[in-house]
């Protein structure tokens, strides 16, 4: 089965430094890789996925991760932090299969910027 | 503009009462998928359908029922088995044939009272 930890529930970082939040998921193939952000009370938003080739990939709102295959993470990173980017974050992993298509999400990190 | 609608953004029900929440998609997505949110558990996936009249329970189903008449609509009923009931409820669909991300609805919070 496949499955997602996120180790940090919390997060706080100064407005302009930099950001990286941790994904470490378990899949038996090379998954499909997802980050999401969702504020307070609404639904998720995609910043960036991986499905093959690069293994640095850029997202939207100048965030960017890497997947690492020997160290089955795929971490997030923004190198200056903007206030609007308080939120929270999730990692997901989605199978190959055919089957059940559903993706698995970690337990999110929230982050909080401070001025 | 397509999208993912859910209706109500805020429920409240009475405890022993079964309530529907409501997920339309005009993206022409094949699947869809509900999920339930708490704090600090992440999203769990309740239902999924990936095709008109089929659908599959997720990993936590008990207590929850779906249909799925149409393409387009999804609807999640919570029954009066759901033993807590109160949480964020959030729909998502996305094409078959080929993978792709995931797109979410507004979503749901529902309030046990």
């Known amino acids: 089965a496949q499955s997602v930890t996120q180790p940090d529930i919390h997060i706080t970082v100064s407005e302009g430094a930099s950001l990286e939040l941790r994904c470490n998921y378990s899949y038996g193939a090379t998954p499909y890789l997802f980050w999401y952000v969702q504020s307070p009370g609404q639904g998720l938003q995609l910043l960036l996925k991986y499905f093959s080739g690069d293994t640095l990939v850029q997202g939207i709102k100048g965030f960017e991760a890497e997947f690492k295959r020997s160290q089955s993470s795929f971490n997030l990173r923004k190198p200056s932090v903007h206030w609007s980017d308080a939120a929270e974050y999730f990692c997901?992993?989605?199978?190959?299969?055919?089957?059940?298509?559903?993706?698995?999400f970690g337990s999110g990190t929230r982050l909080q910027v401070q001025p | 503009d397509g999208g993912i609608t859910q209706s109500p953004k805020y429920l409240f029900r009475k405890e022993g009462q079964n309530v529907t929440l409501s997920c339309e998609q005009n993206?022409?997505?094949?699947?869809m998928y509900w999920y339930r949110q708490d704090p600090g558990q992440g999203l769990r996936l309740i239902y999924y359908?990936?095709?008109?009249?089929?659908?599959q329970k997720g990993d936590i189903a008990e207590g929850y029922s779906v249909s799925r008449e149409k393409k387009e609509s999804f609807p999640l009923t919570v029954t009066s088995a759901q033993k807590n009931p109160t949480a964020f409820y959030l729909c998502a669909s996305t094409p078959t044939g080929g993978y792709t991300e995931a797109f979410f609805g507004q979503g749901t919070r529902l309030t046990v009272v």
């Open positions: 359908s990936q095709i008109v009249n089929d659908f």
């Open positions: 993206l022409n997505h094949d699947a």
């Open positions: 997901a992993v989605g199978g190959r299969n055919t089957g059940r298509r559903a993706l698995t």
